[in-house]
């Protein structure tokens, strides 16, 4: 008998988005992830990390997680929920209460143990996989978010956070391998930026930690593996030619680059013979728009949100979020005054009004900076190669005469 499996991560629950609750699409997501278990016959889930947005979620976000967990065991018995703390998670509060999920057969694996000598309790990593009729048809490397020290000591004096992550899951492979029995599979979990992974341009969810030396390369996952299970990365992707690891990526939109991701959870169905991969799309709950898609004109853009829909009632907390995006040729003080009255009434909520203004010749060559330098440059001279540079206009004389006022009140 084949082990069907669902493998998703990043659900960051308890996250606002520019200020707005996203309590409603937290829950729609759990109410069609409950019934997508159910519908799919699933044995094993597995949740790649960042459960929770922040280290301390508020009780709604907590009681949310563990309504989920409840209602996911009551719709199918014999589920294995398997969960790893990712780096947005407190690791230590995520597994506290693992004694009483165990109940439930869900396992939570927050911490890397260790024995008294130690040494990292490798079979602590290690969980069994069951099909409904209770045979062993896996075995689960769960491997936390790794933060310095959690992975096992190099024998040369010196040795990267990358090559340490490439030590513990080339040792817990090994591990698995002595307890493997014929036609078992191994299965990695991971929460991890791996080489070659594609990030999202402008959130910080997932930034890289370590300017990007944290990058781990794919083949520290043994070809053996029959799939890797990773989490960190939002946007659902592969790495690299490894058709077998794989990033759910994050069921909620987490900024707007992220817009036009197509958010899903993974399938995967493991047999002796093979293991089939197929995404399954989330439905979208709540739209993202950008209006308009490139910047323009104040004057276009406000004819633009004028034709958005009225707000019906009963719709605000599921209407969409929205970013204005307007090219200016000067600053605007009344801006977002004449945006917020453009859509009064509309079925939309303001996220946040971005700027931009048009480029004037070509950029000046630039050069590093002496101390020499710094100590000649006029500070009015900045402002207005500054000013000019940004609003493609020379600045204005009120401007000018309040700087010199400013600069002659400190130098006095």
């Known amino acids: 008998m084949s082990l069907r499996i669902i493998h998703t991560a990043d659900w960051h629950l308890g996250q606002t988005f520019f200020g707005y609750e996203r309590e409603e699409e937290h829950e729609a997501f759990l109410t069609w992830l409950v019934d997508t278990l159910a ?3 699933t044995d094993v889930l597995l949740i790649a990390g960042d459960v929770f947005d922040v280290a301390n979620p508020s009780a709604s976000a907590q009681r949310r997680f563990f309504r989920f967990l409840r209602e996911a065991n009551k719709r199918n018995p014999t589920l294995q929920i398997i969960i790893i703390a990712g780096n947005h998670d407190s690791a230590a509060r995520l ?57 096992p000591p190099a024998e040369e004096t010196q040795s990267t956070y990358v090559d ?106 493991i047999d002796e013979k093979e293991t089939r991969i197929e995404p399954i799309p989330i439905p979208k709950t709540v739209e993202l728009l950008r209006i308009p898609p490139v910047p323009a004109p104040l004057e276009e853009v406000l004819e633009k949100l004028s034709s958005l829909p009225d ?34 009434g509309k079925a939309v909520r303001l996220t946040s009004i971005t700027s931009s203004y048009p480029k004037q010749g070509k950029d000046e060559q630039l050069r590093p900076l002496t101390y020499s330098d710094l100590q000649t440059i006029d500070p009015l001279y900045m402002l207005k190669h500054t000013y000019t540079s940004r609003y493609g206009e020379g600045l204005p004389e009120e401007l000018e005469e309040l700087f010199n006022e400013v600069v002659r009140e400190v130098t006095a």
């Open 95 to 151: 597994e506290a209460p693992a004694p009483l999920l165990e109940e439930l057969n869900t396992f939570i694996i927050g911490t890397i143990r260790r024995t008294k000598e130690g040494i990292i309790d490798y079979d602590s990593l290690l969980i069994p996989l069951y099909d409904p009729e209770g045979n062993r048809k896996a075995w689960c490397m769960a491997v936390p978010f790794l933060r310095q020290g959690d992975y």
């Open 311 to 344: 707000l019906k009632e009963g719709e605000i907390p599921l209407t969409p979020f929205l970013e204005v995006r307007v090219l200016l040729s000067g600053p605007d003080p009344a801006l977002r005054h004449k945006i917020e009255e453009s859509i009064k």
């Open 164 to 269: 340490g992550i490439g030590r513990m899951y080339r040792q817990l492979y090994k591990v698995a391998l002595s307890k493997q029995e014929p036609g078992e599979a191994i299965i990695a979990m991971g929460h991890l930026h791996t080489t070659g992974a594609e990030l999202s341009e402008d959130d910080r969810s997932e930034r890289i930690i370590m300017g990007g030396l944290e990058s781990v390369p794919v083949d520290s996952f043994d070809s053996g593996i029959a799939y890797t299970a990773l989490g960190h990365i939002h946007k659902a992707q592969r790495v690299g030619s490894r058709n077998a690891v794989r990033y759910s990526g994050s069921p909620l939109p987490m900024s707007f680059s992220e817009a036009n991701y197509r958010h899903q959870v993974v399938s995967v169905i």
């Open 39 to 41: 519908e799919q016959q």
